[in-house]
């Protein structure tokens, strides 16, 4: 077998559960009927207020989980390996370290297991304050650099009063929950004793075929309090011998958790033995028997060190509700003994620690590491400095091919200061532009930022401007501007401040000196240079996105829906500017689940009170250069842009628009997974004073439509899409109205 040695590949992957029963003495096996066991069933959920820890006023307690990906050693050990030849080589290749060395799996596992890891955790409750969750200690063999999303992520539930029930990141409809109650049958099987206390068993499974997203199992309930005892779970539709379970102990009046368990296969090593076999003439002789193990993911987390109704200072729960404390990846041995609460390590445990660090430092994961932070950020740390993989390439009408370059300073050269900027330049305008910017920490736990930067650059004429986007976004959006040759040449020099609220929420305020000249022939009022006095206030609300502050900056754990945006700009004459106006931008951006998939939906609107230049308005957002032919606008599909309308065919000082994706199930096409989703995006806007203006331009007071497919990931990350402009602004040449462009699902940052 080849091995595949990618440890986050063998963690995350192939998730599923099963369900198993931890002893205990029968008292009756009694069959009751269905409808009786939904009323338990009801009754515990109805108890669940009841039963929670968070019916204390405080509480807190430390957890422990190991985690191994292992294989039944001993078994593979004890046989005696066939030696391949020189054709079946290839079957037992692994990790190349050298021009001659090579590590196989029967290497790894002649020296322990495939993989280990440790996480310790505080954990606190107040009524007043909520939750924090607090990375004390974190390992993971054959890794130096630390890896704060696997840090700080949730293994798997702990509060069974939720809709769901989630582990390592994939939801299921709880059984345990009024969500659950129409979803699942229920039957009553068994009462026992459990851990000292008396308990009914009750046996739920999906109703009808519906097993997608739902669960299989058991759940112990204890009978004086009808609290959750035990839950053992498997994956609906899994056919697999795995398992997860959770047990939970009864302290001062209410269940707290005790002990959670899971194992899931992701894989199986294949090898050939060699045995002795007697052949037609009675001759024992030597041959050779296929084999094969299963290759496991296992974790044991345990929970310890209980205080309920002990006041906890304030303090502890300031900033996001999960950090990662800055000493985790750098703790003594007996620091990680206390966190182990007695829970030591095996020689073969401490022996795969050594074995896959020497591995991981040979095959240089800590490269491989960087490399999935800068898919994940946009940024790739070298040393003191992130540089910055979405400055180096763009291009547009105007510019036409922009290269550059940009960079942010990390924790590693200061944690508080952070310095940044860029440089490019444009093969078609022969001009250089740059930015420079510095920052301060002054709240960590809140990532209280104060700053300034000065930028000499291009903007696009008329675009919705928001001020909390991601580098990935903003490459995006620029590539949306193949087409585009008007642009803004814009000197800007700003201070601001920005704070975390709320866990969920982002707020920004922003003073800005604006220098703006338009960089084609147009002219406002007989003017075609202008200055802007503006301040800006920005929110960014999350409320079911999880965040974490860690050394590296605050970092998303779950990026959930919805998630709304809203800018408001007022700019002043009086102080420097040449206008005064009142700017509002919303953007609102929500995913459901339905029974064919994912549908997504996306409203954008925005309106400006008060005269100012076409610049500071908004444009349609096209994405078409309008020429005649299919394929003559082809280019990269934009996010949200509309990929029938021209590049600034319409301007607008009032507008709405709406955007929505139905995204289908995955199919295959040459054994390959192929993506594909329905769009459907609309516009409607107006403009006061067209005639202040010296282009021509249109404007949208009906409704534009366009409808489109787009088939992603045919060739890695491209794909095709197709689209229909319609409606009232249907163009009397039929070719104009289609557009096919190349898409490129890279979503990642």
């Known amino acids: ?108 596992l002649k020296k322990g297991h495939i993989f280990i890891g440790e996480r310790a955790m505080e954990h606190y409750y107040s009524k007043e304050k909520g939750y924090k969750n607090i990375v004390k200690a974190n390992r993971v063999a054959g890794l130096k650099s630390p890896l704060y999303e696997f840090a700080a992520m949730d ?175 750098n703790l003594t041995q007996e620091e990680w003994k206390y966190y182990r609460q007695g829970i030591e390590l095996d020689e073969v445990e401490k022996s795969t620690y050594l074995n896959i660090d020497s591995i991981g430092e040979e095959v240089k994961v800590d490269r491989f590491l960087k490399y999935g ?85 291009i903007s696009p004429f008329g675009s919705q401007q928001f001020a909390m986007k991601s580098p990935y976004r903003d490459f995006r959006e620029n590539l949306d501007r193949f087409h585009n040759e008007w642009f803004t040449k814009e000197k800007n020099g700003s201070i601001f401040y920005q704070h975390d609220f709320f866990n969920t929420a982002t707020f920004k305020i922003k003073a800005s000196r604006n220098h703006k000249e338009a960089a084609f022939d147009y002219r406002y009022e007989n003017q075609s240079k202008f200055d802007f006095f503006d301040l800006e206030l920005a929110v960014k609300w999350s409320p079911k996105s999880k965040f974490a502050r860690t050394d590296y900056g605050k970092i998303t754990l779950e990026n959930n829906f919805p998630v709304f945006q809203l800018n408001t700009t007022q700019g002043l004459a009086n102080l420097g500017g040449d ?58 599909a934009g996010i949200t842009s509309f990929e029938t309308m021209g590049e600034r065919e319409f301007f607008s000082d009032r507008f709405a628009s709406f955007q929505m994706k139905q995204y289908f199930p995955p199919f295959k096409l040459f054994k390959k997974p192929i993506f594909t989703n329905l769009v459907y995006r609309g516009i409607i806007g107006d403009l006061d004073d067209k005639e202040k203006h010296s282009i021509y331009f249109n404007t949208l007071e009906d409704y534009y439509q366009e409808a489109g497919v787009e088939v992603n990931n045919l060739f890695l990350i491209f794909g095709l899409g197709s689209y229909y402009r319609f409606g009232a602004y249907h163009l009397n040449d039929q070719g104009e109205n289609f557009s096919v462009k190349l898409t490129a699902k890279i979503d990642l940052f």
């Open 155 to 329: 293994v798997q539930s702990v509060n069974l009063k939720d809709p769901y029930f989630v582990f390592l990141g994939v939801k299921y409809i709880n059984p345990i929950s009024k969500a659950g109650l129409g979803k699942y049958r229920y039957q009553i099987i068994d009462t026992l004793n459990l851990r000292g206390r008396p308990t009914i068993e009750v046996k739920f499974r999906p109703i009808g075929d519906s097993i997608k997203k739902h669960l299989r199992g058991n759940v112990w309930i204890d009978k004086e309090t009808l609290g959750v005892a035990q839950f053992n779970v498997n994956e609906a539709s899994s056919k697999k011998p795995n398992e997860i379970v959770s047990e939970y102990q009864f302290k001062k009046g209410s269940w707290f958790p005790f002990k959670q368990y899971f194992k899931f296969d992701t894989g199986r090593y294949d090898y050939v033995a060699e045995t002795l076999e007697k052949n037609k003439q009675g001759v024992i002789v030597l041959d050779t028997l296929s084999k094969s193990q299963p290759i496991r993911v296992l974790g044991n987390t345990y929970f310890n060190e209980f205080e309920i109704n002990i006041p906890i200072d304030k303090k502890i729960f300031r900033g996001h509700e999960s950090e990662v404390d800055s000493k985790a990846y």
């Open 373 to 457: 932070r800068a898919a994940l950020s946009g940024y790739y740390p070298i040393k003191m400095i992130d540089l910055d993989l979405t400055s180096l390439f763009n291009y547009n009408e105007y510019e036409g091919i922009r290269l550059g370059t940009g960079f942010k300073t990390n924790y590693k050269f200061d944690d508080r200061w952070q310095l940044e900027g860029n440089v490019a330049y444009g093969f078609k305008d022969h001009r250089w532009k740059y930015g420079l910017g510095m920052s301060y920490l002054v709240n960590k736990a809140n990532y209280g930022i104060i700053g300034g930067r000065y930028f000499d650059d």
């Open 579 to 636: 206008f005064e106006y009142t700017k509002f931008d919303f953007k609102g951006q929500h995913q459901i689940e339905n029974p064919i998939g994912k549908l997504n939906f996306q409203v954008n609107s925005g309106v400006v009170l008060g005269d100012v230049p076409l610049m500071n308005l908004y444009a349609g957002n096209g994405n078409s250069s309008l020429r005649n032919g299919v394929f003559k606008n082809f280019n990269i």
């Open 1 to 108: 077998m080849k091995i595949q040695f990618n440890i986050l590949f063998l963690l995350f992957s192939g998730i599923a559960f099963s369900q198993i029963i931890e002893g205990g003495e029968i008292e009756v096996v009694q069959i009751v009927p269905d409808k009786e066991s939904k009323a338990l069933i009801r009754k515990v959920i109805d108890k669940q207020n009841e039963n929670m820890p968070e019916k204390q006023d405080f509480y807190q307690y430390n957890s422990y989980i190991k985690f191994l990906i292992t294989t039944n050693r001993d078994s593979i050990l004890n046989d005696r390996l066939y030696i391949p030849r020189k054709e079946e080589k290839k079957k037992q290749k692994g990790i190349v370290l050298g021009k001659d060395q090579e590590i196989t799996m029967l290497d790894v």
